[in-house]
């Protein structure tokens, strides 16, 4: 199991579902995403919703602001992707592999350009948390990874 590019092969190895469209969030995503809530809003301390990215689908550069707590863990579960911090090399993302990302960091993360993608983002509670969204992660740099 990895990289695969074959949606019916990726389905069977993520096991939470890829879920709907992510439509609300689209204007922030170069290519297809889907979202999966795993709990709901509310009724508990913590949101979870496994995202999925198609291959080379990524989210633009963002921010998980917080005066207090805040920020964000990605679980990765199935296919192959990247994450990057502003002025930091990319880090090649694998099933299994945990980040963690600090509040007021900018960073983005998606697939890679020959794998579907998923992973468990976790939404950390803190005080007057938002998502800040930023430019586009650039196709030149993209594809040099």
């Known amino acids: 199991m990895g990289k695969t590019t074959d949606r019916m092969e990726f389905e069977k190895q993520d096991s939470f579902g ?4 992510n439509e609300a969030f689209a204007k922030y995503f170069i290519g297809n ?5 795993l709990t709901e809003p509310g009724k508990s301390p913590v949101f979870l919703a496994n995202v999925t990215f198609e291959p080379g689908c990524r989210n633009n550069w963002h921010t998980h602001r917080a005066d207090k707590g805040g920020g964000q863990l990605l679980i990765c579960t199935a296919g192959e ?3 990057q911090e502003e002025g930091e090399e990319a880090v090649s993302l ?4 945990v980040i963690t990302i600090p509040a007021n960091v900018k960073h983005w993360h ?3 350009r020959d794998s579907w993608f998923s992973h468990i983002a976790v939404e950390l509670p803190g005080d007057n948390t938002r998502t800040e969204w930023h430019k586009t992660v650039d196709d030149d740099v993209y594809a040099k990874l």
Do not use: C, F, T
């Open 18 to 21: 890829i879920g709907a469209p």
């Open 33 to 37: 995403s889907y979202l999966k809530p």
């Open 81 to 83: 992707g990247w994450y």
């Open 94 to 97: 694998v099933p299994g592999m």
């Open 110 to 112: 998606g697939a890679k």
